[in-house]
């Protein structure tokens, strides 16, 4: 089992910048790949970006590419994603997401609002 936690959501205007963290716990040494989604109400769950665990790449979606960034501390468990110049359009659930093993893992999600 592997257990996620995210945090650092909230509100912020357009422009600005915010940086989630998700902290893994539990079976880590067998992530392999962490990732982040985001979800809109009415909305599928939508793929943001993603990250090997252990030695890259790293992957985004064409709507965030060039603003977010995703990266890892492999020490703390945490993957971390830094959102800048956001916008309206960026404000969603945002949910850490894992795959270790054979099973995949979704966090709690933390909510992103930004104002335009």
């Known amino acids: 089992q592997v257990q996620l936690v995210e945090s650092g959501g909230g509100l912020v205007q357009a422009g600005g910048s915010l940086r989630l963290s998700c902290a893994a716990s539990?079976?880590?040494?067998?992530?392999?790949?962490m990732a982040w989604f985001r979800q809109v109400p009415g909305q599928e769950r939508e793929f943001v970006a993603a990250s090997s665990w252990r030695y890259g790449p790293t992957y985004y979606a064409d709507s965030v590419k060039g603003r977010f960034t995703i990266s890892r501390d492999n020490a703390k468990n945490t993957v971390y994603l830094q959102m800048s110049s956001l916008n309206p359009e960026d404000k969603a659930v945002y949910y850490c997401?894992?795959?270790?093993?054979?099973?995949?893992?979704w966090g709690q999600g933390t909510q992103v609002t930004v104002s335009s």
């Open positions: 997401y894992t795959q270790a093993g054979t099973r995949t893992y």
């Open positions: 539990g079976r880590t040494f067998s992530i392999a790949t």
